[in-house]
């Protein structure tokens, strides 16, 4: 199955409402776009995901299932975001700097503004 990230994204918003059109709202899309996404997770996965009964839709087993792992891929992701934003941001990462003992005090009245020290 090669599903993508946005197709993931498109499913759990339908099957969190249960609406294309408040999908659609949310995701800043058409309708036929969002039910374009879910019909071709459907025909990847060869099975209904949603049941459509007049006007309203429920999820079918399928659609139970991949809404659990959709919801815990796109936390994975949100997660792996948090991380890295984290590591690259002003307060993440770690710099280990030595100095010559001559100017010790010097470089540590340089850096003390911008860094937080832990021991060694």
Aim: proline share 2%; glycine share 6%; charged share 20%.
């Amino acid at each position: 199955m090669n599903v993508t990230i946005r197709q993931l994204q498109v499913f759990e918003m339908v099957a969190r409402h249960l609406s294309f059109t408040r999908a659609a709202e949310e995701l800043f899309l058409t309708q036929p776009a969002v039910s374009m996404q879910v019909r071709q997770i459907e025909d990847m996965v060869g099975l209904a995901l949603f049941e459509r009964l007049g006007r309203k839709i429920y999820l079918t087993e399928a659609g139970e299932q991949m809404y659990r792992v959709s919801r815990e891929i796109t936390s994975s992701l949100a997660e792996a975001e948090r991380t890295l934003n984290e590591i690259k941001g002003p307060e993440g990462g770690h710099l280990l700097v030595s100095v010559a003992s001559t100017v010790q005090y010097f470089a540590i009245r340089l850096l003390g503004g911008s860094v937080r020290s832990t021991p060694m």
